[in-house]
């Protein structure tokens, strides 16, 4: 079955190391978001991407980068972990400009 | 900034009760109003939809209500059952198909 994973599940890490969470999916689709959760604040869209080469900035970009260079995956990357981006990590994808968001099981990451 | 307003932040209702979640927008860009349930250790799951022409929208035992001259939508759940104990986000779509989300109601329904 087609799906959507990301890795790891889990994830604790020091100030100022670089991190990066996977996000992998099976469907070909297009379009791969990536936001956070937060107690109050529900999902924040922080990269996307509608293609291959093609990224984007969200609402909360800043220490985040994103890059695609296939259709299944789309890497986060925190360049300098901070404890500000201790959060959950939802990765997701859709299969066409207004379709349906599809999302992962998340990545819980903890910076310390 | 939150674009969407939603409350309560939690709610405790019985078996076959009426949950009740609302929200409110401010953007009249948006075009698509969609709700997701979410689990614990889950990801937010899709659970309806409605567009903004369209003032009701049922499927089972949920119903979107969607005011659109008071910006306003919101979420029943009849007859309430245990297994739709979750965490319920309202969000709304803007172009290119992002999402803002509420800040989400936690639901918990007592047998």
């Known amino acids: 079955d087609a799906e959507i994973t990301q890795s790891p599940r889990h994830k604790i890490t020091e100030t100022g190391r670089q991190v990066t969470l996977a996000c992998h999916q099976t469907w070909n689709h297009n379009n791969m978001f990536w936001y956070r959760q937060d107690l109050g604040h529900g999902l924040r869209l922080i990269h996307y991407s509608y293609g291959v080469h093609d990224t984007n900035k969200g609402e909360v970009s800043d220490g985040y980068s994103v890059s695609r260079s296939n259709t299944e995956d789309l890497p986060l990357t925190l360049e300098s972990a901070a404890s500000s981006q201790t959060s959950v990590y939802f990765c997701?994808?859709?299969?066409?400009?207004?379709?349906?968001?599809?999302f992962g099981p998340g990545t819980r990451l903890t910076v310390t | 900034q939150q674009q969407v307003k939603q409350s309560p932040q939690s709610l405790i209702v019985q078996k076959g009760g009426i949950s009740i979640i609302n929200c409110a927008y401010e953007n009249t860009a948006f075009d698509y109003f969609p709700w997701y349930q979410q689990f614990p250790g889950k990801g937010p799951a899709l659970l309806i939809a409605?567009?903004?022409?369209?003032s009701e929208k049922k499927e089972g035992r949920f119903t979107i209500s969607f005011n659109k001259s008071a910006k306003q939508f919101s979420l029943h759940i009849m007859d309430s059952q245990p297994g739709d104990s979750a965490t319920y986000f309202c969000?709304?779509?803007?172009?290119?198909?992002?999402?803002?989300f509420g800040g989400g109601t936690r639901v918990l329904v007592k047998p």
């Open positions: 969000a709304a779509r803007f172009a290119g198909n992002k999402l803002t």
């Open positions: 997701a994808s859709s299969g066409s400009v207004d379709g349906e968001q599809y």
């Open positions: 409605i567009r903004p022409d369209v």
